[in-house]
């Protein structure tokens, strides 16, 4: 039963354009939009993974301890590169694995509108496993322009309880826009002129509709929750019309409380900002919005009986934010516990996380630099973003004897994920530099054979492979692979140092 019925309102299907145009930004262009280009590092790394699974396992545990013993079904949607749900699976695993003992307790359910992605995932040689055990099943999931979700439910069983986790997703979903006029809301139409010369993003203007007829939806509560934004100060808004078609509809396939975890930018009430006047509407490679939380909370409260848990008020930028339809989660004592425990530390991981990808850390010293790491949880990204820093602090200090590098180096490896993106081959080159530099060739020659496998023979592969040969002598082999580097990148400036390196040490007739 759907609750937006766009033929009897002309400007929300008009506005549904503009909404189809960002979704058909992430089909046209597939993983290929987190190449450098839509921001995805806040979401996609171990440390928020974990944050995730150690919440839902709490949830697990509640619903053992209140009788249940079933299993859940865990649905990502706008999954993008898959790369949450790499680590998302590898933490909760980890941590089932200590709290259960139901090996097979929960099945993950990756989702994107982009077929190419859906393609990407199932091929990807990191999953493949999860595949073949059945843990992981990848699916198409759009809400399209009617506020329909196109879904194939072979793959939902209906007997599990269902999680939702939606990380930056929500925000890429229909939102109408609405404006106080002449003391009643009003919704406003979307004119978006499109990117030209002078004009490179393209622009977008809201033009108010105070012909619109109520009521502006098919659920008794809508039009009673937009108008409680003007008691809290808010005179514009965007109400998330596509998460709450996507709720709505993910609730009624059982009888189930459903969970949703969502992660997002957003507002949870309007006392720390206010939506600007372009609705916080921002260009991030596409258009995204900043989700309505609050207006979320109070559909989820009122039309399907449930609670929500928001992460704090303040951290509009990004936060964590529960939701539970048709019970309390006050009920649920270990995910309230975990909830007021790691909710109120996501908003402050995000902006450390954005200060090092905009080079704003600075850290003194090697140890620093391990902690730092740690904290991060051996996301190869830190690594990547920080490694000319450490690489001049390292050769002025012996840290590498005194830390566990292969603990370390495993970490790394062990949470790096394939892309064919140039930052993935920076990332394993990284890791792969370290373990040289820490003269651990085992671990080094297994990664580069690891490299071989994702990225073929790039001019990065025959620096490592160079680097391996010259620091064991061998610096034949060594001048072998910096003269096929530099034929491949004649620009890169180690391998030319270290091939005159070997043209000094070698014989002239071995070289
Ligand atoms: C900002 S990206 C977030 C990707 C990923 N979750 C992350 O955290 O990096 C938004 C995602 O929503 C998906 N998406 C966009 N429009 C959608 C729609 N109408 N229905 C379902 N998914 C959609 C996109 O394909 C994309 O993967």
Redesign the pocket.
Known sequence: MAIFDNSSSNWRSKNAQF??G??E???KKGID??DRL???Q???NPEFAHTCAKLIAHYMLDCEQKGYSGRFTII??????G??AFHFIKELTSLLSISSTQSDLFRYVI????DQ?IQFWTNHPQLKPYFESGTLVASR????ETLTVQFDLESLPRQDKFILL????F????QSPFQYHNHAFVPCSIEHKPPSLTNQDGSVHYKPIPSAPRPFADCSFYDRILDEHYALGAERTLMPD?PIA?IHWLDALNDHPLLIVA?DKGFTNFTFDQYASNFNIIQ?G?Y?SSVNFFALGRYIELALDGSKFFGPADQVQFGTHLFLTHASIHEYANLNLEGHSTISTVGTYAKSTTNLLTAEISLRDPYDFFNYLSSQRFAPFSLAVLYDHLETALQNCDILDSIDVDRVLNELLGNYYFTPHETSVVELACIGNLALMAKKFSFAKSLLDLFLKFHGTSYQYHRLMGNYFFLQSEFASAAHHFTESLSINPECESSKTFLQHCEALVEPAVI
């Open positions: 909404w189809s960002i979704s930004f992430y089909q939009s987190w839509v921001p995805h806040i979401t996609n990502e949607p706008g999954a993008g590169l790369k949450f989702t994107d509108t982009s992605s999931l759009y809400v399209d939606a990380n930056y997703c925000d890429s979903l229909y596509g996507l992660s991030t596409t995204a």
